[in-house]
């Protein structure tokens, strides 16, 4: 059974910085395409950065210049480090992933093409 398991979020001032990971477990393989989602309270959810197993990686807008995805394919872990962060930036962020022949950029932040999820992990950022 695999399992998806976020950690490394907490409550910052604006413009300090945090930094998540996601760790999977329960299959060796390497997940294709991993990504970071985020839901506001009161909002849906949204797509924030996503990286295939070359490490190409694609950012929403709100992320560009801010945040940068990577990964460990060998320990199968999913980092998010996220800069100069906003009151806008306060979601819980949940990464997700997904095996298989799928070409990571054409399935983008669509949530129903991942099949695996974590839990979530809150970041709250105060003025």
């Known amino acids: 059974q695999v399992k998806l398991v976020e950690s490394g979020g907490g409550s910052v001032q604006a413009g300090r910085s945090l930094g998540l990971s996601c760790v999977a477990s329960?299959?060796?393989?390497?997940?294709?395409?991993m990504a970071w989602f985020r839901q506001a309270p009161g909002k849906e959810r949204e797509g924030v950065a996503l990286?295939?197993?070359?490490?190409?990686?694609v950012y929403a807008n709100s992320a560009k210049g801010r945040f940068t995805v990577s990964r460990d394919n060998a320990k199968n872990t999913l980092y998010l480090q996220m800069d100069r962060l906003e009151p806008e930036d306060t979601a819980v962020y949940y990464c997700?992933?997904?095996?298989?022949?799928?070409?990571?950029?054409?399935?983008?932040?669509?949530?129903?093409?991942?099949?695996?999820w974590g839990q979530g992990t809150r970041v709250a950022v105060s003025l």
């Open positions: 329960g299959n060796t393989a390497t997940m294709k395409c």
């Open positions: 990286i295939d197993t070359d490490g190409n990686s």
């Open positions: 997700a992933g997904i095996w298989g022949l799928v070409n990571c950029e054409l399935i983008g932040f669509d949530a129903d093409e991942y099949a695996y």
